[in-house]
């Protein structure tokens, strides 16, 4: 790989230590790692940071670097000039809606900091208006960001901050809206039924976005699938397929294939969930690029070889989703990925394949901390190092997951770890 250089090439953890973490090289150090590639090191056991990369590979991306940024920097000013404009007409709800627009450009490409102080500021202004509709926007955007970075609590008071004005306004889209997510964070805790509530309170309010309706469903569908309720799941589903196909709404197809899939796992019909799945990914390429709905669904690819205990698919798919979560920045992807090739490991009662959760735990340390995440690997850890008949260390793992999460809610998984402590020799 020196490619006529006469030096060899850099790991990818070098090159990181050295560059800092500071915004202005944000898109450097994404090109760092999505140019990177395994070399001659085709060892199992390697994670993003033993990958290799030419220098002098990088200097030749530097002008589409360079580009990448000018693009999004243009956006974010052309967004700052449409407020100033609109604030010029005396239209502050049009500056606040550029505003947030702004705050979508930096979630979009994972700066979610930057994109928390376009949506604060834009909140600030939308207290003060008399129309609170984008008050209800931006907090429910709010609401949305905290979810995307596991901070599941945050991400609840800022979606009831958002229905309690929404229902105040009468804008019944708006209370959709926020119900729509105040049931995907339930669902993301695992809290089913209280998922289905706040999925039927947004199809009670009155709401008349076709396709808004169409992703209430597809959530009852998500909630009753995760109680058990396959027919009822089933009905909602093909609900939510309707109205989605009726509108147009390719994406919200996708999403309802990749629950039914769910559906054929729980019903042990796993050659029929495998060619969901795969159909899923067909009609998103066709779609265009959505990397994070991409990398779910491959996720659970993987997560379906692996307790189908076909081994080295479930490795193959985790190695090609590496590939996109690396290409894409998607670091909370990558330590989920990065869990479930250690879980392989420890199936396969490998002890080597430690790395691979201790990689996990780094990415989730990173410029966007992932706690609840954090958590999870330890408790992943754990449970590996349970398999391998080490209780000791299982449970220091276990315990620092326990630690991690503790006053911080997330009542699910904490009561998860408990019960793994509780089985634990002197637990």
């Known amino acids: 790989m020196n490619r006529g250089t006469g030096l060899p090439p850099l790991r990818v953890e070098q090159a990181l230590r050295l560059l800092p973490d500071v915004d202005a090289l944000g898109p450097l150090r994404a090109f760092l790692l999505s140019t990177s ?14 990958r290799y990369l030419q220098p002098t590979d ?6 589409r670097a360079t580009a990448q940024v000018g693009a999004h920097l243009t956006a974010l000013y052309q967004a700052a000039v449409d407020a100033l404009e609109a604030e010029q007409r005396d239209d502050p709800a049009g500056a606040v809606r550029a505003l947030l627009t702004a705050g979508e450009l930096e979630e979009r490409v ?50 009831q901050r958002s ?20 049931g995907a964070v339930a669902l993301a805790q695992g809290k089913w039924q209280g998922a289905e509530s706040w ?17 209430l469903h597809l959530g009852l569908g998500d909630a009753a699938r995760g109680r058990g309720q396959l027919a009822a799941a089933a009905d909602r589903l093909a609900l939510a397929r309707e109205l989605f196909e009726e509108s147009g709404h390719g994406t919200g197809i996708v999403h309802v294939l990749n629950v039914s899939a769910q559906l054929d796992v729980l019903r042990e019909r796993r050659a029929e969930a495998l060619a969901t799945f795969r159909e899923a990914l067909a009609r998103l390429q066709a779609l265009g690029e959505e990397p994070r709905l991409e990398l779910a669904i491959r996720l659970n690819i993987c997560q379906l070889y692996f307790d189908w205990g076909r081994l080295p698919d479930a490795e193959d798919e985790i190695r090609a989703a590496e590939e996109t ?26 002890d080597t394949g430690f790395v691979f ?30 398999e391998l008949n080490d209780p000791d260390e299982a449970r220091a793992y276990m315990e620092r997951a326990h630690e991690i999460l503790d006053g911080a809610g997330n009542g699910p998984l904490l009561a998860r770890i408990d019960a793994e402590l509780a089985q634990l020799p002197g637990g």
Not at 199 to 215: M, N, T, W
Not at 334 to 349: E, I, W
């Open 37 to 50: 590639q395994g070399g001659e090191d085709v060892a199992p056991y390697r994670t993003v940071g033993k």
């Open 58 to 63: 990088l200097r030749a991306l530097v002008p």
């Open 110 to 159: 994972r700066r979610g900091t930057q994109a928390r102080a376009w949506y604060d500021h834009a909140l600030r202004i939308a207290e003060g208006l008399r129309d609170r509709r984008p008050e209800v926007t931006a907090l429910r955007r709010l609401g949305h960001l905290e979810a995307g970075r596991d901070a599941v609590e945050a991400a609840a008071r800022l979606y």
């Open 163 to 182: 229905l309690a004005v929404a229902e105040g306004e009468m804008d019944h889209e708006g209370a959709a809206r926020a119900c729509q997510g105040l």
């Open 199 to 215: 999925f039927r309170r947004g199809l009670q309010s009155g709401a008349e976005d076709r396709v808004l309706i169409g992703r």
């Open 325 to 350: 979560a690396i290409v894409h920045g998607a670091t909370r992807d990558l330590a989920r990925l990065y869990m479930l090739m250690g879980k392989v490991r420890g199936r396969q009662r490998d």
């Open 357 to 386: 959760f201790a990689m996990a735990v780094e990415l989730c340390r990173g410029p966007e901390p992932a706690p609840r995440l954090e958590a999870e690997a330890y408790l992943e850890y754990g449970l590996f190092r349970k």
